[in-house]
């Protein structure tokens, strides 16, 4: 596989965002820890997930998603590798149609592993 090249505008735009990146999580969690002195709680993971929760930077969408790519690989598994069963079995603990689910499995590796590497 060859190398991807960036044109320049892209090049800029990655630039952009990465320290825009930088910048929204030093935001957050500056954020974060002033509501924590304010309310005398210990800054905690918990906390910061419910933070991020309530202002609406994980969505509901986001979380069901996250909870399928997590529960798929256990689920195929206790359905000996039928992927219908499977996806049934999670259709009835995550509350998304199954072909919304199955969009998710089949579109995992393209539109969104690629954003585990920052991309």
Not at 32 to 56: D, I, K, T, V
Request: aromatic share 10%; net charge positive; proline share 3%.
């Amino acid at each position: 596989m060859g190398e991807e090249r960036l044109t320049k505008e892209e090049a800029r735009k990655a630039k952009m965002q990465a320290a825009l990146n930088v910048e929204f999580r030093v935001t957050v969690a500056r954020k974060y820890e002033m509501q924590c002195r304010r309310e005398g709680s210990e800054p905690s993971l918990s906390g910061l997930m419910e933070f991020a929760y309530r202002h609406g930077l994980v969505r509901d969408i986001d979380i069901n998603r996250f909870m399928v790519f997590e529960r798929y690989p256990k689920a195929l598994y206790d359905n000996n590798g039928c992927r219908s069963r499977a996806v049934a079995d999670l259709e009835d603990i995550i509350p998304v149609s199954d072909r919304k689910i199955f969009g998710w499995l089949t579109n995992l590796r393209s539109r969104y592993l690629r954003y585990r590497n920052g991309r």
